[in-house]
């Protein structure tokens, strides 16, 4: 999980815990504008001249968020992985075996494979080199191929072109027949002619490219953000090298699991207690489609589930995942039920008892994929669900029969998941009946705003009664909503469902917001586009605000899925000369400001809680959209994030230990 900032009037900041992406807008009745009776241009017309045609690779710089998602530290990463993904596809073509990045000191990446190397010779239609094609034209490559490629993430054929117009330049070498190759393009077009440079014994491709900055905002790679990625396709593709050096740092990471997804599995558990020390694994191949899982139960109470296809993270799913959780749940309870292990069971057992402390991997290879978009982030197929269905039942069936000790473990765990679920389900009727009672509607302690459109509303969530009271004050009324919450909230990474549902400041919380959570979670009937956390600039602000989180992830995925949820940032100082004041968020700031004002007779106040400000001042520094700046928590990577939630907030104390002592002398603002 990922935050960073942007504001809309001051310096942006960014923060050290989740760091992300995107900016702050919002919808006042200032800025709102109307087409509902709206005059047209009389002096314009519309005809074929305003028609554009945006000729080769031009459409791909004129929109680059439409191919890479966007021109932030995300597509720019997203560029590494497309040049990546190539040489993962000659691997699973069989062909390749070590896979290379490096970060150069001057801004470039390289990405190097021994894979077949791109062909050089000339391409019957272009009348160019087939290489010279691949780089420098939309839908174009062997991934059309089912020959060149059976199974292929990159099936769009607009990987490495994208990456090259949107370049400030590309060089690529190809070692195929003895002999290397060179050619170099500059913002997607082609500027020298390929041409040999050496001779070689070895075959595969290179591809060294500098991000354009008339496109990219961030030019910064993250070491740390390229190497979990290059970990995953590792842990996916058993047995292959991958390597990353960063140059600028010296920092280098190896990556070979020969393992394979049964090693990505104890690595995401590895901060947890396992019910049972061997993960249940199974593969199998039907009509041309591989489906590969492996499993493993932990004694905690949140779902870890990861699905591929063809090496693509489907973070929305699709009907593989659907599949995989209806054969899962099936099997499950069909065999509880034939060993007995339900008869005291008064309420059905379901799909979410059975996933309870469930961590998992699934990857499919897919001849012929359909994704949806080109993010490829959901898996369409429709004859894949029931094949996926079919290989987990039956590997789950077999590993049964063979462990009965591990599967009463599983079994057991259900039940007692089954027994939370009910009461938790009690105690949701208990909260609703009293919601009645006392008049039904919305929270009391909710400041709502007048405003019922959620594109225009947001939500702050406010420590504290007297920090909320100075946020009504100082709000803005029209689209500006208040919910303080009295102190620290439940850690729901130790809790069940039951528990959590017994803690009134997360009922209060799922009431204003309106979605429910878990299987109930609708994003459709959210109240507010914009979830503000507001807390303390100090330690405790920070763990509640830490706890928020946790629960916004375990509970609540969809809205930092959808880009809902932001963290304000209020000042930690003000210096203040005569009539002018500075508000500082650092002690660098609140430094530099006391130099600037002459030290002489320089008042300086450190705000020990949000409650310290004036409404006037809370408005000004943290709340006025033209002036503040928010955090905008994103999840770049859902399996760094799970792993920081368990470390941070789980029952494990050694993993929590390390992590402070590792970062110990990163703090950057220590009450002490």
């Known amino acids: 999980m990922k935050h960073q900032a942007e504001n809309s009037g001051g310096t942006g900041r960014d923060a050290t815990l989740f760091d992300g992406v995107e900016g702050d807008s919002v919808l006042s009745d ?135 117009a949107l370049s400030e330049f590309l060089e690529v070498e190809v070692s195929v027949n003895g002999t290397v190759y060179h050619q170099r393009y500059e913002r997607g077009l082609t500027k020298t002619p390929l041409k040999e440079i050496g001779k070689t014994k070895k075959t595969g491709t290179k591809v060294t490219f500098k991000p354009d900055s008339q496109i990219f905002e961030d030019l910064d790679f993250s070491f740390d953000t390229l190497s979990q990625r290059l970990r995953e396709l590792a842990f996916l593709n ?160 077999e590993f049964f029969e063979e462990n009965p000790p591990v599967a009463r473990k599983i079994t057991d765990k259900i039940v007692s998941a089954a027994r939370a679920r009910e009461a938790a389900r009690k105690a949701r009727d208990l909260a609703r009946r009293k919601s009645v009672l006392d008049g039904g509607g919305l929270p009391g302690k909710l400041a709502d705003c007048s405003s019922d459109v959620p594109e225009q509303c947001e939500l702050y969530i406010v420590e504290g009664d007297s920090a909320g009271g100075s946020a009504k004050q100082g709000r803005d009324r029209r689209f500006q909503a208040i919910l303080p919450i009295k102190g620290k909230i439940i850690n729901v990474e130790k809790a069940r469902l039951d528990k959590i549902l017994g803690n009134e400041e997360i009922r209060t919380i799922i009431t204003a917001l309106g979605t429910g959570i878990d299987a109930e979670f609708d994003l459709g009937k959210l109240r507010y586009h914009k979830i503000i956390l507001m807390s303390d600039a100090d330690v405790d602000g920070a763990h509640i605000r830490t706890l928020l989180l946790t629960f916004l992830f375990r509970r609540l995925t969809g809205l930092v899925d959808a880009g809902h949820v932001y963290i304000a940032q209020p000042p930690l100082f003000l210096v203040r000369k005569g009539k002018e004041e500075i508000y500082c968020f650092n002690e660098l700031e609140r430094d530099a400001a006391s130099e600037r004002l002459g030290k002489k007779n320089v008042d300086i106040q450190r705000y020990k809680g949000l409650g310290d400000m004036n409404p006037d001042q809370l408005w000004k520094t943290t709340m006025d959209p033209e002036t503040r700046t928010l955090l905008k928590v994103n999840m770049d990577d859902v399996v760094e994030a799970d792993q920081m939630f368990t470390v941070l907030m789980g029952e494990q104390v050694e993993p929590r230990r390390a992590f402070i002592e590792k970062h110990a002398l990163s703090v950057r603002n220590l009450d002490i």
């Open 30 to 164: 200032d800025n709102v504008k109307t087409v509902e009776g709206a005059v047209p241009d009389a002096g314009h017309h519309y005809d074929a001249s305003n028609i554009q045609v945006l000729k080769g690779l031009e459409g791909v710089r004129k929109r680059p968020a439409m191919y890479i998602g966007s021109t932030g530290a995300r597509g720019l990463h997203h560029c590494v992985y497309e040049v990546v993904d190539n040489s993962i596809d000659e691997a699973l073509a069989g062909y390749c075996d070590a896979v290379s990045v490096e970060i150069h000191k001057d801004g470039t990446v390289s990405v190097q494979d021994n894979g077949r190397g791109i062909p050089v010779d000339l391409h019957a239609v272009e009348k160019k080199p087939a290489v010279e094609v691949v780089m420098t034209t939309l839908h174009s490559g062997g991934k059309f191929d089912r020959e060149s490629y059976k199974v292929s993430g990159g099936l769009h054929g607009v990987g490495v072109s994208v990456v090259n």
């Open 238 to 397: 058993k047995g292959i090298t991958i390597d990353i050096t960063d140059e600028r740092t010296g920092k280098r990471h190896d990556f070979q699991y020969k393992g394979g997804i049964v090693q990505f599995v104890k690595h995401l558990n590895d901060n947890k207690e396992p019910l049972h020390p061997k993960p249940v694994y199974f593969t199998r191949v039907k009509d041309g489609v591989e489906v590969e899982f492996a499993l493993q139960y932990n004694d905690s109470y949140v779902e870890t589930v990861f699905s591929y296809v063809n090496n693509i993270n489907t973070i929305e799913g699709g009907t593989h995942l659907v599949g995989f959780r209806s054969a899962l749940t099936r099997t499950l309870v069909n065999y509880a039920e034939k060993e007995g292990y339900l008869k005291n069971i008064k309420a059905a057992v379901t799909g979410d008892d059975v996933r309870e402390g469930l961590t998992a991997v699934l990857s499919v290879k897919h001849p012929d994929p359909q994704f949806e978009g080109q993010t490829k982030t959901k898996l369409g197929n429709s004859e894949v669900k029931g094949l996926v269905e079919s290989v987990v039942g039956e590997g789950l069936r």
